[in-house]
Structure formats: structure tokens, C-alpha cells
């Protein structure tokens, strides 16, 4: 199985300012990695797929880089309505696994 | 834009078999899509459960597999997801999802909370 492991487990940023929540797996991935976030009460929304692709409706200030074994999701410009946990998947082997999320905070 | 919305009972006893539906909006059920089923322990991380694809594999995860049917009924337009002879750590949320051409996930449903209590 590979382990997808999540840091850091909490990040307080000031609004507008850039946000960078890593991602790292025990076996390379190639650029098989997902990004989603969630918010209370919600289901996850799919943010970025295959490392660095926008899904679609997804704001151009959130981007996806990485491949191997180490992955990045930058929010450029914080805004408060991106307060939520965020999850990266490994989307290479089955079974398909998570990380333990990053939770973003607003400062 | 494909709406997923799950159902089922909100309470299940100890060893039995919790079943669950997915109703599909805006798509059918048969056109080509594959179905997945993921599961959030209360303030808990997301757990992969298993993906039926379109050609008719289905995959499940392994530390669940010996429990799990995840299946379609294309008459109802919808999905279902069984886990047998639950226990309380089968508590939690459990999604229903679209399963991406390289097995990302989108959409994702709202989510039923299921909880297991005697």
C-alpha cells in the first residue's frame, strides 16, 4: 500500500498571502497525485488532478506541482472562503489512498 | 453537472449488513461512468472503499474486501454500496463518488452518516 503523508497538519495564513501545503509518498507516483478540499458539512471537491491539472470551475490561484514522490498544492492569494481541510490522493495503485489532510486556517 | 445524493439508514446493529444508494441526477447511470464509494470516520481522515468501473471490474480495498459489493442498477439510475457484519469502527460518513478516468474522484455527494450501535 502506499502511504501518502500530509504536512503540515495545520496552517495559519493572513488573507492574501501564499499558502504552500506539501504531500509526500512512500513510492513514486509518477504524476498520478490529487488534491481536493473540504469544508464542514460538505463533501470534498476535486481541486487538481494528475499533479497539475485545474479541475474544471477550479480559481486560477490554486495550483499543483511535483511528481515522484513529492507534491506541492499553492494557493497564491488566500482568501477567506479557502479556509477548509485539504487532501492529497495517490491516484497511481490500488487500493488508492489519502493523506491525513492539512487544515487551513485564515490568520 | 452530475449530481450524486446518497441515502440509507442513518443506524446500523452490530454484524449486520449496511446498505446504501447513490441516486444519480443529470446522468445516466450506463453511460460510461465509473462509481466509487469512500468512507470518513467522525473527524477522521477519507478511506477509500472500492470502485465499480465501466467495462465491469470492480476493485475493492483490501482491508475491506471480503465485506464489501459495490454495485448498479441501471433500471433505477442508481448505485449501492453493501458492508457486511459491521462493527462501531464502520461508523462514519460515506460518499459516493464519480471515479475518474485515472481513478481521481469527481463529483462527490453530500454524504449519509452512518453510525453502528447496538
Known amino acids: 500500500e502506499i502511504v501518502v503523508t500530509q504536512s503540515p497538519a495545520t496552517l495559519s495564513v493572513s488573507p492574501g498571502e501564499r499558502a504552500t501545503l506539501s504531500c509526500r509518498a512512500s513510492?513514486?507516483?509518477?504524476?498520478?497525485l490529487a488534491w481536493y478540499q473540504q469544508k464542514p458539512g460538505q463533501g470534498p471537491r476535486l481541486l487538481i488532478y494528475?499533479?497539475?491539472t485545474r479541475a474544471t470551475g477550479i480559481p486560477a490561484r490554486f495550483s499543483g506541482s511535483g511528481s515522484g514522490t513529492e507534491f506541492t498544492l499553492t494557493i497564491s492569494s488566500l482568501q477567506s472562503e479557502d479556509s477548509a481541510v485539504y487532501y492529497c490522493?495517490?491516484?497511481?495503485?490500488?487500493?488508492?489512498?489519502f493523506g491525513g489532510g492539512t487544515k487551513v486556517e485564515i490568520k | 453537472q452530475v449530481l450524486l445524493q446518497e441515502s440509507g439508514p442513518g443506524l446500523a446493529k452490530p454484524s449486520e449488513t449496511l446498505s446504501l444508494t447513490c441516486a444519480v441526477s443529470?446522468?445516466?447511470?450506463?453511460?460510461?461512468?465509473?462509481w466509487g464509494w469512500i468512507r470518513q470516520p467522525p473527524g477522521n481522515g477519507l478511506e477509500w472503499i472500492g470502485s465499480?468501473?465501466?467495462?465491469?471490474?470492480?476493485f475493492y480495498n483490501p482491508s475491506l474486501k471480503s465485506r464489501v459489493t459495490i454495485s448498479v442498477d441501471a433500471s433505477k439510475n442508481q448505485c449501492s454500496l453493501r458492508l457486511s457484519s459491521v462493527t462501531a469502527a464502520d461508523t462514519g460518513v460515506y460518499y459516493c463518488?464519480?471515479?475518474?478516468?485515472?481513478?481521481?474522484?469527481?463529483?462527490w455527494g453530500q454524504g449519509a452518516l452512518v453510525t453502528v450501535s447496538s
Open positions: 463518488v464519480i471515479t475518474g478516468p485515472h481513478n481521481w474522484f469527481d463529483p
Open positions: 443529470a446522468a445516466s447511470i450506463g453511460s460510461g461512468y465509473s
Open positions: 465499480l468501473y465501466h467495462d465491469g471490474r470492480a
Open positions: 513510492q513514486s507516483l509518477g504524476s498520478y
Open positions: 494528475a499533479a497539475t
Open positions: 490522493q495517490q491516484h497511481n495503485g490500488w487500493p488508492l489512498t
